[in-house]
């Protein structure tokens, strides 16, 4: 049965994989009140944009959105328009100053209230506003009083078929908001205080999503490893753990000596989800904090042989003195020593990053050090960005921008020359090697060929991260996604053209993207299953393989 205009959503995602989960939350829990979602923007009687902040291209694409749909909505006044997450807490009223014609405004951190507002959106002609400005970091409480956004996380329920790898593949939120205050960052004004959620909570919700066919889960949080619930403080509400603001542990790599009893460490609920939920088959986490990742999260990691060794430990920059400016809080030795270990105690681990090129002073030499890094480091990918000034960051208001883009731009594409060199040898040592891949979907390719099959849009979720904006490196053309970070869009081997056959992707435990051919009867199962695939070919951003079974 069709829904009512007014209750056909068409709901658009910009952003990383928090968002993604925050656009997954709110679909489930506006299905559960009769909306009804539209991939078609025209027939939508409420359109709702799920954006992003941390660069200023990713809110020009939502700027471009809105002021293109204000003829729309004059022509026609019930038509909904809302903007959701990032862009609605940092900008806020001055947004509805620009843009009169939005009718509601929800913060990253006010999602539950996403119903409410959509009805009093509908019966007044004052905008609906849910922001949550910087009250969060106000209460100096260890547990918040009542969370209510927790209950957005608890109330997912979870419809297979119309979510990643055909309902396999799930995000489980562990930490919300982050504490770091690196300078150049919006997410601590847009996210709010670090929360971690409640252990018992999280296995709960990881145990469902296992029972209901998911076979990998990816643990989110901004510091994923500053994970730490101080049981002696947990506050109940309604029968409810509260999460809890996060305090946590500054040890180096020692081990937390409260881990394991009256707290609950990152090491701790990575060994409690991989022995309490033995069906789930793949576990992996982003992202990481270079500081502070005990070895105690490298021997879990060890130890459990279905935790996915693949960490992903953005390091910004080679340079000392810049990395101070960050206020990252580490140095480059620092960060090598974190390498090195990983190295030890994980042997074949695959490790990514992100670097910003072009931050406030940056000269010739801190560059060249970005670079004698990243050939150190080999890094299996690394997302590469221009250093984009946010306002209302410590860095916009006390550093000019003082780097000219036509710097930024030939630092960005040197350092992808020099990534593109060492993700295609890693790659190529794969050859004639047989790994064992989780089947995610269609190829691009494919999915391009073919929209008709994808169950996805085409265009992988989080795929390769070569940072190209907008142009062609290694004969590969790439687009920059809405996260700023790199999406190639025809890196993909293209298939060979036989009606009988398909072109699949997925991604290895190292998080390879690798593609085979698979008899097209047989595409539907596949997807979303672990197959062996054996490697013939190596590409810059892509294995090529075939079959093993
Ligand atoms: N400019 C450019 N890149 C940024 N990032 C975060 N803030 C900015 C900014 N202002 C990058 C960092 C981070 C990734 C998600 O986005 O590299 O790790
Ligand atoms: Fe932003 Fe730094 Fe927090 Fe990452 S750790 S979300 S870069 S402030």
Same mark, same amino acid.
């Given at each position: ?8 959503? %068409?709901? !658009? ?21 009769? %909306? ?24 020009? /694409? ?10 729309? /909505? ?38 539950? /209230? ?61 930490? #919300? ?20 959620? =409640?252990?018992?909570?999280? @296995? ?5 999503? @296992? &029972? ?8 989110? *949080?901004?510091?994923?490893n500053h %994970? ?21 542990f500054t040890g180096g790599h020692d081990r937390d000596?409260?881990g ?5 460490t990152f090491a ?20 990481s904090y270079p500081r502070d990742f005990g070895d105690d999260v490298l021997e879990a ?12 430990v ?16 580490y140095?480059?030795?620092e960060y090598?020593d974190f390498i090195e270990r990983i190295?030890a105690c ?17 000269? !010739? ?14 890094? /299996?990918?690394?997302? @590469? ?10 860095? %916009?208001? #006390? ?33 004639? $090697?047989?790994? &064992?891949?989780?089947? &995610? ?15 996805? =849009?085409?265009?992988? $979720? ?12 290694? *004969?590969? !053309? ?28 997925? #991604?290895? &435990? ?8 698979? =008899? $097209? ?29």
């Amino acid at each position: 049965m069709l829904a009512p205009r007014g209750k056909l959503v %068409y709901l !658009e995602t910009f952003g990383c994989q928090m968002n993604e989960l925050d656009s997954e939350l709110v679909t489930s829990q506006l299905s559960a009140l009769g %909306y009804r979602f539209t991939p078609d923007a025209d027939e939508a009687g409420v359109i709702l944009y799920n954006t992003c902040s941390v660069r200023e291209q990713a809110e020009q /694409k939502v700027w471009s959105r809105l002021g293109l749909l204000k003829s729309r /909505k004059s022509r026609q006044p019930d038509l909904l328009l809302g903007v959701l997450g990032c862009m609605a807490e940092r900008d806020g009223r001055d947004l509805l100053r620009k843009f009169p014609h939005v009718d509601l405004l929800c913060g990253p951190g006010e999602l539950d /209230k996403l119903p409410l507002l959509l009805r009093n959106a509908s019966t007044t002609a004052e905008p609906a506003v849910a922001l949550q400005g910087n009250t969060s970091r106000r209460s100096a409480t260890l547990a918040a009083a009542e969370d209510s956004l927790e209950r957005l996380d608890l109330s997912r329920s979870f419809s297979p078929g119309d979510q990643r790898a055909g309902g396999r593949s799930a995000y489980v939120r562990i930490t #919300r908001g982050c504490n770091k205050f690196c300078t150049y960052c919006v997410v601590p004004f847009t996210r709010g205080a670090e929360m971690h959620r =409640p252990p018992d909570t999280i @296995v709960e919700e990881c145990r469902m999503l @296992v &029972e209901q066919g998911v076979v990998e889960i990816t643990l989110l *949080g901004q510091t994923v490893n500053h %994970y730490r619930f101080e049981h002696d403080a947990a506050v109940t509400v309604d029968g409810v753990t509260q999460p809890q603001k996060g305090r946590s542990f500054t040890g180096g790599h020692d081990r937390d000596p409260l881990g394991g009893g009256r707290v609950t460490t990152f090491a701790d609920l990575l060994r409690r989800l991989h022995d309490e939920v033995p069906d789930l088959r793949r576990l992996r986490f982003v992202t990481s904090y270079p500081r502070d990742f005990g070895d105690d999260v490298l021997e879990a990691i060890r130890e459990c042989p279905r935790i996915c060794r693949y960490i992903h430990v953005p390091v910004q920059s080679g340079s000392n003195r810049i990395l101070e400016a960050m206020n990252r809080g580490y140095t480059v030795e620092e960060y090598r020593d974190f390498i090195e270990r990983i190295r030890a105690c994980l042997p074949g681990a695959m490790i990514a990053s992100d670097v910003i090129v072009g931050f406030p002073g940056e000269t !010739e030499e801190d560059f060249e050090a970005t670079v004698e890094l990243m050939r150190w480091a080999r890094f /299996k990918n690394c997302f @590469v960005f221009k250093y984009s000034p946010r306002p209302g960051t410590p860095a %916009y208001d #006390r550093l000019p921008d003082d780097v000219p883009d036509e710097v930024k731009r030939r630092r960005n594409n040197a350092l992808l020359a020099v990534q593109g060199a060492i993700s295609q040898e890693i790659h190529a040592a794969h050859i004639d $090697r047989t790994v &064992e891949v989780f089947v &995610e979907g269609m190829s691009t390719v494919q999915a391009r060929r073919e929209p008709a099959l994808a169950s996805e =849009p085409p265009h992988p $979720r989080g795929a390769i991260g070569l940072t190209l904006n907008g142009r062609s490196l290694h *004969g590969v !053309e790439a687009e920059e996604d809405d996260c700023g970070s790199a999406c190639a869009t025809a890196a993909e081997f293209v298939p060979e053209s036989d009606a009988n056959l398909v072109q699949l992707s997925g #991604r290895t &435990e190292g998080d390879l993207i690798t593609v085979f051919q698979a =008899p $097209r009867a047989r595409a539907q199962a596949l997807i979303g299953s672990i197959v062996p695939v054996r490697i013939e070919e190596a590409r810059t951003l892509t294995l090529k393989g075939v079959l093993a079974e």
